[in-house]
């Protein structure tokens, strides 16, 4: 049986127990997110931007405190219930299962859309139409889902990086290799609409993964000569034993004196 999310599953009770740090109003979160909004305003630059699972709304009330257009979807009714009163007409309820209406299926609204650990709880049928949302709405998505975090009750497609950009390349969206998203997550990834030829593309994953390969061998290079000189340091200058307290010392002297006087009775 396919699992399913249901607007119940996400009440006050899940804010509160479910998100870790509880998910409510306060300066963790707003410090949090008013982080990423700068860093999404300063080095992308949209001028508006869609977050998709954007539960009580706080990206998009700090993108908007930085001048950005945002608006905001999700699915809980609950969360919506919650967004701060300033910024409710630009937030509203979408089911991310539902397929697209056809008159918004090929029209780009938004510069940049945002989805932060929210398809890891929707069920595996779900992802296709999920993906296709939001690359309907832009040519660039920034996107983080758990790999790890199978813990979670509500986490029902927990899945590897890879998988996701199989999801993307089906709607004609790859990595930006040179976007490093780890201000978000260290698996989040900035995808963009592709328009360049293929040869282009595998060009860009080749070098980036050339890149890594040297790094990582030279890490490994590295920590493997270390090794060998602290085990060589450690072979020539192993210290001598301590002697035992001098507490200890007059105690066994004590206990060796009752065997000698015991075995020579």
């Known amino acids: 049986m396919t699992p399913a999310s249901t607007d119940a599953q996400y009440q006050a009770?899940?804010?509160?127990?479910?998100?870790g740090i509880p998910y409510e109003r306060s300066s963790h979160w707003l410090t949090f997110f008013g982080q990423i909004a700068t860093q999404i305003r300063q080095r992308l630059q949209p001028q508006r931007v869609l977050d998709v699972?954007?539960?009580?709304?706080?990206?998009?009330?700090?993108?908007?405190?930085?001048?950005?257009?945002?608006?905001?979807?999700?699915?809980?009714t609950y969360a919506l219930a919650q967004v701060h009163p300033n910024i409710r007409e630009f937030c509203w309820q979408y089911d991310l299962t539902q397929p697209l209406p056809a008159d918004q299926q090929s029209t780009a609204r938004y510069d940049l859309v945002t989805c932060i650990e929210v398809l890891e709880h929707l069920p595996p049928n779900a992802a296709a139409t999920a993906v296709q949302y939001l690359c309907s709405q832009t040519d660039t998505v920034l996107f983080s889902s758990s790999p790890f975090d199978y813990a979670e009750a509500t986490h029902f497609n927990v899945q590897p990086p890879h998988y996701w950009a199989e999801q993307f390349l089906s709607q004609g969206f790859v990595r930006d290799c040179d976007f490093d998203a780890s201000f978000l997550t260290n698996w989040a990834v900035l995808f963009r609409r592709n328009t360049r030829p293929l040869p282009q593309v595998i060009g860009q994953y080749e070098r980036k993964y050339w890149l890594l390969w040297q790094e990582n061998t030279a890490l490994r290079q590295t920590l493997a000569q270390t090794q060998t000189k602290l085990a060589q340091v450690w072979g020539s200058s192993q210290p001598s034993p301590l002697p035992p307290p001098a507490k200890s010392r007059n105690r066994l002297w004590h206990k060796l004196k009752q065997w000698v006087r015991f075995n020579h009775a």
């Open 13 to 19: 009770y899940y804010f509160q127990h479910c998100c």
């Open 53 to 76: 699972g954007c539960a009580w709304g706080f990206l998009v009330e700090c993108l908007r405190e930085q001048g950005v257009q945002a608006f905001g979807c999700d699915f809980s």
